[in-house]
T-cell receptor, first 114, second 116 residues
């Protein structure tokens, strides 16, 4: 297993368009997380799944954002009606609930909204 | 609300010098603390994780200490190399239970440049 995989690496879109990102976690990890990072800042937590259940959503996740993990494996993050303020790096991470909770991140998807 | 601060925001050292990176947090109720490395335009690479019951962790040239009572962690990188140039981020898992695992609170990072 090669780690957390994200696709695409870069996405350029026009304001108002919908975009979807995919994340494949490390196979034995049951928890999957989405974070957002803007330039010069640390990542901010958006939402997480335990298996297929979405257990928590940050207040940062507006109604235009939706995330799914249908079979408890890969996850998708969709942004509808993109705005320029959505431009950021979207990071996916995964871990096992036990023993340490160490978090492993993917390479991210860099979104630019024009 | 937990706040994580990293000072300085940027650091430049000549090759061979030891690096000392600081991280402070406002609430000592943490489950663990993790240090990450991030190269420009890339994701995060986990370097070290310290459980709240531990005082330090070591991996190769890296050593991280944790003082929960004072809300501080320090990452030491011995004998720095140009390949160590990157942004280093610390993050805490707030709370006492596994419910908060993975919901990290990050600092803004320290950007390190090691000059040959």
């Amino acid at each position: 297993d090669t780690g957390v995989s994200q696709d695409p690496r870069h996405k350029i879109t026009k304001r108002g368009q919908n975009v979807t990102f995919r994340c494949d976690p490390i196979s034995e990890h049951n928890r999957l997380y989405w974070y957002r990072q803007t330039l010069g800042q640390g990542p901010e937590f958006l939402t997480y799944f335990q298996n297929e259940a979405q257990l928590e959503k940050s207040r940062l996740l507006s109604d235009r954002f939706s995330a799914e993990r249908p079979k408890g494996s890969f996850s998708t993050l969709e942004i509808q009606r993109t705005e320029q303020g959505d431009s950021a790096m979207y990071l996916c991470a995964s871990n096992r609930q036990y023993p340490t909770g160490e978090l492993f991140f993917g390479s991210g998807t860099q979104l630019s909204v024009l | 609300k937990q706040e994580v601060t990293q000072i300085p925001a940027a650091l430049s050292v000549p090759e061979g010098e030891n690096l000392v990176l600081n991280c402070s947090f406002t609430d000592s109720a943490i489950y663990n603390l993790q240090w990450f490395r991030q190269d420009p335009g890339k994701g995060l690479t986990s370097l070290l994780l310290i459980q709240s019951s531990q005082r330090e962790q070591t991996s190769g040239r890296l050593n991280a200490s944790l003082d929960k009572s004072s809300g501080r962690s320090t990452l030491y990188i011995a004998a720095s190399q140009p390949g160590d140039s990157a942004t280093y981020l610390c993050a805490v898992t707030p709370g006492w239970t596994t419910d908060s695992w993975g919901k990290l609170q990050f600092g803004a990072g320290t950007q390190v440049v090691v000059t040959p």
